[in-house]
């Protein structure tokens, strides 16, 4: 297919897919039944109704909704943007999101591929966790990370960040899945994280330039993430978390569940610990995951950084504290002549630059990347 046809194709998508009342699954049949967007746009309106689905309404909405000029004005700005377009038979469209009942009949990328070969888990969680379910995290994307497995999650605040985090510590590879266009960052503050992620990883959205995150497309995006993993790990959550939404997709979808145990008084470990109830896998480790998913299991291949990411002044004179081992903060606090509030920030710019790693009993450590 020449440039000139995957444009027109591009543009025909849109349009059909921006028609009130074609959503993906409707989409997906009026292709199966005429071929392509450009002839389901072409066609009678006696002949889509014909389609499973599309009501004489719709079809009526199908031959006067297209509008081909904000069609063809979206699509250029895609291209301007440099997105990898995917469609399901493009040979870099995740394999594992065809296994899916609704997949994306539109994909859109920034990074590298996922291959049909990569292995990978999901960890998902709420944004308001504990300190223990983001240290839990970061250790456990650390582990995926040393043992070759992408981690996947949605780049929230929170466990996802975390499990972000943990992942490019090691140097590994993470995915985001994100609930908006890749023309935003969301949330804004992960802006530095998203950079990270596209240059070991890639951000996947199915959402045209400038749609914004709203109550449901993070619903919608959580299918996707349970989608592209061979599992997904649920570290904390309340009962009405968004995480356990993930769950529920990950269960109809046939991936393995994995929930992190908490205390029965603890909010958000309510949601987790009813999972396991339901037949979730317990999960205290790396080794609950190759017990339950084995062909994960193999060579450590994880890359290290060769050098420090970039850094100011002051946070460079807390890191070269750090030659002798970990240090308690009240001692970093007095060395670098810091109120501990203030080193808080310090501290934690660090730990998300992948620099520095927090410990039991507020002590910190230099990451194993860079010992």
């Given at each position: 297919?020449?440039?000139?046809?995957?444009?027109?194709?591009?543009?025909?998508?849109?349009?059909?897919?921006?028609?009130a009342?074609?959503?993906r699954?409707?989409?997906?049949?009026?292709?199966a039944?005429?071929?392509?967007?450009a002839?389901?746009?072409?066609?009678?309106?006696?002949?889509l109704?014909?389609t499973?689905?599309?009501?004489?309404?719709?079809?009526?909405?199908?031959?006067?909704?297209?509008?081909?000029?904000?069609?063809?004005?979206?699509?250029?700005?895609?291209?301007?943007?440099?997105?990898?377009?995917l469609?399901p038979?493009?040979?870099?469209?995740?394999?594992?999101?065809?296994?899916?009942?609704?997949?994306?009949?539109?994909?859109?990328?920034?990074g590298?591929?996922?291959?049909s070969?990569?292995?990978?888990?999901?960890?998902?969680?709420?944004r308001?966790?504990?300190?223990?379910?983001?240290?839990?995290?970061?250790?456990?994307?650390?582990?995926?990370?040393?043992?070759?497995?992408i981690?996947?999650?949605?780049?929230a605040e929170?466990?996802?960040?975390?499990?972000?985090?943990?992942?490019?510590e090691?140097?590994?590879?993470t995915?985001?899945?994100?609930?908006?266009?890749?023309?935003?960052?969301y949330?804004?503050?992960?802006?530095?994280?998203?950079?990270?992620?596209?240059?070991?990883?890639?951000?996947?959205?199915?959402?045209?330039?400038?749609?914004?995150?709203?109550r449901?497309?993070?619903?919608?995006?959580?299918?996707?993430?349970?989608?592209?993993?061979?599992?997904?790990?649920?570290?904390?959550a309340?009962?009405k978390?968004?995480?356990?939404?993930?769950?529920?997709?990950?269960?109809?979808?046939?991936r393995?569940?994995?929930?992190?145990p908490?205390?029965?008084?603890a909010?958000?470990?309510?949601?987790?610990?009813a999972?396991?109830?339901?037949?979730?896998?317990?999960?205290?480790?790396?080794?609950d995951?190759?017990?339950?998913?084995?062909?994960?299991?193999?060579?450590?291949?994880?890359?290290?950084?060769?050098?420090?990411?970039?850094?100011t002044?002051?946070?460079?004179?807390i890191?070269?504290?750090?030659?002798d081992?970990?240090?308690?903060i009240?001692?970093?606090?007095?060395?670098?002549?810091?109120?501990v509030?203030?080193?808080?920030?310090?501290?934690?710019?660090?730990?998300?630059?992948?620099v520095?790693r927090?410990?039991?009993?507020?002590?910190?450590?230099?990451?194993?990347?860079?010992?």
């Amino acid at each position: 297919m020449t440039g000139s046809e995957l444009k027109e194709r591009l543009v025909d998508t849109i349009a059909l897919l921006s028609i009130a009342g074609v959503g993906r699954g409707r989409f997906n049949r009026l292709v199966a039944a005429f071929g392509s967007p450009a002839e389901a746009l072409s066609a009678s309106i006696d002949d889509l109704e014909t389609t499973d689905g599309i009501s004489r309404t719709i079809a009526g909405q199908i031959k006067d909704g297209y509008d081909g000029q904000k069609a063809r004005q979206t699509a250029a700005r895609i291209v301007q943007l440099g997105w990898a377009v995917l469609f399901p038979d493009h040979p870099e469209y995740p394999q594992a999101l065809l296994t899916i009942a609704d997949y994306p009949p539109l994909l859109f990328r920034l990074g590298e591929p996922f291959k049909s070969e990569d292995k990978s888990i999901a960890i998902v969680g709420t944004r308001h966790c504990t300190e223990k379910g983001r240290l839990f995290t970061l250790e456990l994307g650390r582990s995926l990370a040393r043992a070759g497995i992408i981690v996947i999650s949605g780049m929230a605040e929170g466990i996802d960040s975390a499990a972000h985090a943990g992942a490019l510590e090691e140097g590994g590879r993470t995915v985001a899945v994100w609930g908006n266009s890749l023309d935003i960052v969301y949330p804004p503050a992960n802006k530095g994280l998203a950079a990270k992620i596209m240059a070991n990883g890639a951000a996947y959205s199915e959402y045209l330039p400038g749609t914004n995150p709203d109550r449901s497309t993070f619903p919608d995006r959580n299918r996707l993430i349970s989608g592209l993993a061979d599992g997904v790990v649920v570290v904390e959550a309340g009962r009405k978390s968004g995480a356990l939404i993930t769950a529920q997709h990950a269960l109809e979808q046939g991936r393995e569940l994995f929930a992190v145990p908490g205390s029965p008084h603890a909010h958000m470990s309510e949601g987790t610990n009813a999972l396991i109830k339901k037949g979730a896998r317990l999960i205290t480790g790396l080794d609950d995951i190759f017990e339950e998913l084995p062909r994960l299991k193999g060579e450590v291949i994880s890359k290290k950084f060769r050098q420090m990411p970039d850094m100011t002044e002051t946070e460079k004179s807390i890191v070269s504290l750090f030659s002798d081992g970990c240090l308690q903060i009240d001692q970093i606090a007095r060395d670098v002549q810091i109120p501990v509030p203030e080193l808080m920030g310090f501290l934690l710019a660090l730990e998300m630059k992948g620099v520095i790693r927090e410990l039991s009993g507020k002590r910190f450590a230099l990451c194993e990347t860079f010992i």
